[in-house]
């Protein structure tokens, strides 16, 4: 019973898959065999419980059906086959049909292809036979109309002909006359009256055409005026109308004085009714363009510098701005050029201007040199300065001594600032009205022109002033030095003129030699600057030093160093000592504030060692005993705190050792040797120690000679 029962399951599985894919071995025994292995519930039997023997007979039995149904399957595949070829053969039956029906077809539209162009070939030939008789036929006939006007004239002297009497078939007669008169050029003398009555009917026609155009231009038009154009066009007078069209068009033109606006849209204005009225409008439109650049913009630009000759500043603005103008008008242009010249424009801008661009850097040079000239002027006159007899340099007005004008630098930033603006708006305008091959030269001369007046004639001079000004190097009285001020605003004058240089000549002569050119020009004005105010510097260093000899020598008694060894020591430092401090700080903020950089450096480092050693030389000419030797300490000690003030290392080293020298004039005598074998003395030479050594009181009662005897 379970046998059979396996059996029937085995079929209904085989049934219900078919073995459709996807198809797994697997599971099929899974499903197969589950009711043997596994109990109603689900679970699985233990192996005892197992009837192996009918599990067997049942896979027996599936095994068998399995073959059955291959077997069954084999031989559905090879009838199936069977169909599949005979329907093969089939089609390649009717696709072999189908191939020879379409090269049968391919055939046929091949021959009838070579049919119709055998016959097109014919129907050309025919045509053109056709055509070359019928253009005979109308050169005979167009002759013989030609001969019988001919002798209408050669008969009588106003022709009869209805063309040359109907005003409406003006054009009509104008071609006629156009191949009459061609006609006469070839005939000989005898014909000469026939040839005179032509030449005056063509004459009347083509006058008859211009005013029909004209008329018809003013009542606007358009298609008349195309017609009279396309007659006009075989005569000698088609010029004559292109030249009215174009004056016709300017009538009532330029009434609100922006003419170069008014150009640019008359231009297209013109240009679009060209288009329509003649056969070669782009002539026209360069012929329009070209008119309004020789008399419309010349005339202009004639007019508007008329107006301002009276001022050089003023010709040369307007010079520039028209020209400015003119150029991006020229360019606007460009869209209505037609021809093949891709300079046209700019060579009638040049046209335009040349008069006034041959003459414009002579004018631009005489304008920035007046115009540095009056500004110089005017600021000496009010700063009371007067140019010398005999070319010589500037001087103060009667009644103005220079100890009254102490401070001044007769250096205006005002008058630098619009020296330098003058020359960057004439770099602008020369930068403009320059051609290329003259930009570099002019710039160059232009640049000369502002290192003349802004550093010669203007720094140069004040540098030369307060040279002049500088107090003697033995002053008696504290000295004024207004150098150090000038010093100032020479490098800040000269630091705008390099930012000029950079920013607005550089650019336009970098690729030129003329860049080497200024660049020497301006090293050789600086240099010349600088020379003067290093010369003026070191005299000025001098007068500073030689009023500090002036109050040490003055101020500094042989007793403030040698007092009462009882007496107390009230006194920081002595008198002449506080007044050489005081001056020294005040010179010492005065170069600070006037110089920067490397060269405050350098002046101050040369103060500070003029001083240290006018106060080397200063102590030496006194004797120290233990009490005064504790003065000199205190002086060095406050020449030490203004020199460390001047930021200067090597300053604040030599005071520091002049500070260990003065010190000898405490020591002990048996502490001498030892102190004398420390820094920064032991690296001293022996006699400059001596020397200070020496300056004791006691030097010969203490037989101190006896330590740095050899």
Same mark, same amino acid.
């Given at each position: 019973?379970?046998?059979?029962?396996?059996?029937?399951?085995?079929?209904?599985?085989?049934?219900?898959?078919?073995?459709?894919?996807?198809?797994?071995?697997?599971?099929?025994?899974?499903?197969?065999?589950?009711?043997?292995?596994?109990?109603?519930?689900?679970?699985?039997?233990?192996?005892?419980?197992?009837?192996?023997?009918?599990?067997?007979?049942?896979?027996?039995?599936?095994?068998?059906?399995?073959?059955?149904?291959?077997?069954?399957?084999?031989?559905?595949?090879?009838?199936?086959?069977?169909?599949?070829?005979?329907?093969?053969?089939?089609?390649?039956?009717?696709?072999?049909?189908?191939?020879?029906?379409?090269?049968?077809?391919?055939?046929?539209?091949?021959?009838?292809?070579?049919?119709?162009?055998?016959?097109?070939?014919?129907?050309?030939?025919?045509?053109?036979?056709?055509?070359?008789?019928?253009?005979?036929?109308?050169?005979?006939?167009?002759?013989?109309?030609?001969?019988?006007?001919?002798?209408?004239?050669?008969?009588?002297?106003?022709?009869?002909?209805?063309?040359?009497?109907?005003?409406?078939?003006?054009?009509?007669?104008?071609?006629?006359?156009?191949?009459?008169?061609?006609?006469?050029?070839?005939?000989?003398?005898?014909?000469?009256?026939?040839?005179?009555?032509?030449?005056? %009917?063509? $004459?009347?026609?083509?006058? +008859?055409?211009?005013?029909?155009? =004209?008329? &018809?231009? *003013? /009542?606007?038009?358009?298609?008349?005026?195309?017609?009279?154009?396309?007659?006009?066009?075989?005569?000698?007078?088609?010029?004559?109308?292109?030249?009215?069209?174009?004056?016709?068009?300017?009538?009532?033109?330029?009434?609100?004085?922006?003419?170069?606006?008014?150009?640019?849209?008359?231009?297209?204005?013109?240009?679009?009714?060209?288009?329509?009225?003649?056969?070669?409008?782009?002539?026209?439109?360069?012929?329009?363009?070209?008119?309004?650049?020789?008399?419309?913009?010349?005339?202009?630009?004639?007019?508007?510098?008329?107006?301002?000759?009276?001022?050089?500043?003023?010709?040369?603005?307007?010079?520039?701005?028209?020209?400015?103008?003119?150029? %991006?008008? $020229?360019?606007?242009?460009? +869209?209505?050029?037609?021809?093949? =010249?891709? &300079?046209? *424009? /700019?060579?009638?801008?040049?046209?335009?201007?040349?008069?006034?661009?041959?003459?414009?850097?002579?004018?631009?040079?005489?304008?920035?040199?007046?115009?540095?000239?009056?500004?110089?002027?005017?600021?000496?006159?009010?700063?009371?300065?007067?140019?010398?007899?005999?070319?010589?340099?500037?001087?103060?007005?009667?009644?103005?001594?220079?100890?009254?004008?102490?401070?001044?630098?007769?250096?205006?930033?005002?008058?630098?600032?619009?020296?330098?603006?003058?020359?960057?708006?004439?770099?602008?305008?020369?930068?403009?009205?320059?051609?290329?091959?003259?930009?570099?030269?002019?710039?160059?001369?232009?640049?000369?022109?502002?290192?003349?007046?802004?550093?010669?004639?203007?720094?140069?001079?004040?540098?030369?002033?307060?040279?002049?000004?500088?107090?003697?190097?033995?002053?008696?009285?504290?000295?004024?030095?207004?150098?150090?001020?000038?010093?100032?605003?020479?490098?800040?004058?000269?630091?705008?003129?390099?930012?000029?240089?950079?920013?607005?000549?550089?650019?336009?002569?970098?690729?030129?030699?003329?860049?080497?050119?200024?660049?020497?020009?301006?090293?050789?004005?600086?240099?010349?600057?600088?020379?003067?105010?290093?010369?003026?510097?070191?005299?000025?260093?001098?007068?500073?030093?030689?009023?500090?000899?002036?109050?040490?020598?003055?101020?500094?008694?042989?007793?403030?160093?040698?007092?009462?060894?009882?007496?107390?020591?009230?006194?920081?430092?002595?008198?002449?000592?506080?007044?050489?401090?005081?001056?020294?700080?005040?010179?010492?903020?005065?170069?600070?504030?006037?110089?920067?950089?490397?060269?405050?450096?350098?002046?101050?480092?040369?103060?500070?060692?003029?001083?240290?050693?006018?106060?080397?030389?200063?102590?030496?000419?006194?004797?120290?005993?233990?009490?005064?030797?504790?003065?000199?300490?205190?002086?060095?000690?406050?020449?030490?705190?203004?020199?460390?003030?001047?930021?200067?290392?090597?300053?604040?080293?030599?005071?520091?050792?002049?500070?260990?020298?003065?010190?000898?004039?405490?020591?002990?005598?048996?502490?001498?040797?030892?102190?004398?074998?420390?820094?920064?003395?032991?690296?001293?030479?022996?006699?400059?120690?001596?020397?200070?050594?020496?300056?004791?009181?006691?030097?010969?009662?203490?037989?101190?000679?006896?330590?740095?005897?050899?």
């Amino acid at each position: 019973e379970l046998c059979v029962c396996l059996f029937r399951l085995a079929m209904e599985i085989i049934r219900e898959r078919d073995f459709e894919e996807p198809y797994s071995v697997s599971q099929f025994v899974e499903e197969l065999t589950s009711h043997v292995l596994r109990t109603p519930d689900g679970k699985k039997r233990d192996e005892k419980d197992i009837d192996t023997p009918s599990l067997l007979e049942a896979f027996k039995q599936s095994v068998d059906t399995l073959q059955g149904m291959g077997e069954k399957t084999a031989r559905r595949i090879e009838k199936l086959s069977k169909v599949c070829q005979e329907e093969e053969r089939r089609y390649s039956a009717n696709v072999s049909q189908v191939e020879r029906a379409v090269s049968q077809a391919y055939h046929h539209f091949q021959e009838l292809d070579e049919r119709i162009n055998g016959v097109a070939t014919k129907v050309v030939h025919l045509g053109d036979q056709l055509e070359g008789l019928n253009a005979s036929r109308t050169r005979a006939e167009n002759a013989r109309q030609i001969m019988q006007y001919f002798l209408e004239f050669f008969q009588s002297e106003q022709p009869s002909s209805i063309i040359f009497v109907d005003p409406s078939q003006l054009h009509k007669a104008a071609e006629v006359i156009h191949k009459l008169n061609f006609l006469c050029s070839d005939l000989p003398d005898k014909f000469l009256v026939v040839k005179k009555r032509i030449a005056t %009917k063509y $004459a009347n026609i083509e006058k +008859e055409l211009l005013q029909e155009f =004209d008329g &018809a231009h *003013l /009542s606007n038009r358009v298609s008349w005026m195309k017609a009279c154009a396309e007659a006009l066009v075989q005569f000698k007078g088609y010029k004559t109308c292109t030249r009215r069209f174009i004056e016709q068009c300017q009538r009532g033109a330029f009434q609100s004085g922006e003419i170069f606006e008014e150009i640019y849209k008359l231009t297209g204005q013109v240009c679009e009714v060209a288009k329509t009225v003649f056969p070669t409008p782009e002539s026209v439109a360069d012929e329009f363009i070209q008119d309004m650049f020789e008399h419309r913009l010349q005339s202009h630009v004639k007019e508007q510098l008329s107006s301002t000759t009276r001022s050089q500043e003023g010709y040369l603005g307007m010079l520039f701005n028209l020209y400015t103008k003119t150029q %991006k008008t $020229a360019s606007r242009l460009e +869209e209505y050029r037609h021809s093949s =010249d891709s &300079a046209l *424009l /700019s060579r009638l801008t040049q046209a335009v201007f040349l008069p006034h661009l041959s003459t414009y850097m002579r004018k631009e040079q005489k304008f920035l040199e007046e115009k540095y000239s009056h500004l110089l002027e005017g600021y000496y006159d009010s700063v009371g300065l007067h140019k010398q007899k005999g070319g010589g340099g500037l001087r103060l007005k009667k009644g103005d001594g220079a100890g009254s004008r102490v401070g001044e630098t007769f250096i205006s930033d005002d008058v630098a600032t619009m020296m330098l603006h003058e020359n960057k708006l004439a770099l602008k305008r020369c930068t403009s009205l320059s051609s290329t091959t003259d930009l570099s030269a002019n710039v160059n001369v232009i640049f000369h022109v502002l290192l003349d007046y802004l550093c010669f004639r203007h720094l140069d001079n004040a540098v030369d002033l307060a040279l002049a000004a500088l107090p003697s190097l033995e002053p008696k009285s504290s000295p004024e030095i207004s150098l150090f001020h000038v010093i100032s605003q020479v490098g800040k004058t000269f630091h705008l003129l390099e930012k000029h240089f950079v920013d607005n000549v550089i650019p336009l002569v970098s690729s030129s030699p003329v860049h080497a050119e200024c660049l020497h020009k301006k090293k050789e004005v600086s240099s010349q600057l600088e020379k003067k105010m290093d010369d003026g510097l070191d005299r000025a260093l001098s007068s500073v030093v030689g009023w500090i000899k002036h109050i040490l020598s003055n101020e500094q008694k042989k007793s403030d160093f040698k007092p009462e060894e009882t007496a107390s020591l009230n006194a920081v430092s002595t008198s002449a000592c506080c007044h050489t401090c005081h001056f020294l700080e005040t010179q010492r903020q005065i170069v600070a504030g006037c110089l920067d950089g490397k060269n405050r450096v350098a002046t101050l480092m040369e103060l500070g060692t003029r001083f240290h050693r006018v106060v080397v030389d200063h102590i030496q000419q006194f004797s120290f005993n233990s009490v005064g030797g504790m003065l000199a300490i205190c002086d060095v000690n406050e020449y030490r705190r203004i020199v460390k003030k001047f930021d200067i290392p090597f300053l604040n080293h030599l005071f520091e050792v002049l500070h260990s020298l003065c010190n000898l004039f405490i020591v002990a005598p048996h502490n001498l040797k030892q102190v004398c074998s420390e820094e920064p003395i032991a690296f001293l030479e022996k006699s400059v120690v001596l020397s200070f050594v020496q300056l004791r009181v006691d030097y010969k009662s203490s037989r101190l000679s006896k330590y740095f005897a050899l």
